[in-house]
């Protein structure tokens, strides 16, 4: 496809249930962010990669949030034992090279709700 | 502390009125980027422009014009002429030279009513 995709678009989760979430970016790009947007709010920074190393990973809110991307292509970011303050959106981006400043194109974000 | 301020919580405005959306940033480097996105009620986030701290020139595109004066610290967005389909949340956003990441601000709500 021509930008990032995420699935699923939609999860509901119980409580201390795990979940995984998927993005894909965009053919070729090679930093790849992730982003926790609570509601009303905007997008917070949560981890980035540069093709399959993860360089900063400072807004990660807990240790039971994981990221990977380990061909430097497809990411997904883990979340165990989900707790209620865990329902967000959660935003993936790419851009194509790592320059400074680069602008970041966005997916269309995985809703998580947790009960 | 907050580094992206977007004072106005929400607006709502006529339709074909002039709307600017107003943005205060924060950074003690020299070089840093600005941005403004788009979030139109599918959620997904639509990039509209990018500017670098050394370029202060004012852009236009189309009913969209940006304010960049780095004396106020300041980067206005002005829709003119608006749409209802210009209804959204907008953000504006700082990436500072020495990181990758963006700071949003909190977004500014935009009604536009027929």
């Known amino acids: ?58 807004g990660l809110p807990s240790d039971r949030f994981f990221a990977e991307r380990p061909e430097g292509s497809v990411s997904t970011l883990k979340i165990q034992r989900t707790q209620q303050e865990d329902s967000a959106v959660y935003l993936c981006a790419s851009s194509p090279v790592r320059l400074p400043g680069e602008t970041q194109y966005f997916g269309p974000g995985t809703r998580l709700l947790v009960l | 502390a907050q580094k992206v301020t977007q004072a106005q919580t929400e607006i709502s405005v006529v339709e074909k009125e002039d709307v600017t959306l107003d ?22 986030l639509v990039f509209l422009i990018r500017r670098n701290s050394f370029d202060e020139q004012n852009e236009i595109s189309g009913r969209y014009s940006w304010n960049f004066q780095k004396s106020t610290s300041s980067f ?39």
């Open chain 1, 1 to 58: 496809g021509a930008g990032v995709s995420q699935s699923p678009r939609y999860k509901v989760a119980k409580r201390g249930q795990d979940v995984a979430l998927r993005c894909d970016p965009i053919s070729g790009h090679v930093s790849l962010f992730w982003y926790q947007q609570a509601l009303g709010q905007g997008p917070e920074f949560l981890t980035y990669f540069q093709n399959e190393a993860q360089l900063d990973k400072s």
């Open chain 2, 23 to 44: 943005c205060v940033y924060e950074t003690r480097d020299t070089t840093y980027y600005l941005f403004w996105y788009k979030q139109p009620p599918s959620g997904e």
């Open chain 2, 76 to 114: 206005n967005f002005t829709i003119t002429a608006s749409q209802v389909v210009d209804s959204a949340v907008y953000f504006c956003a700082l990436i500072m030279n020495r990181d990758d990441k963006i700071f949003f601000g909190k977004g500014t709500r935009l009604h536009i009513l027929p």
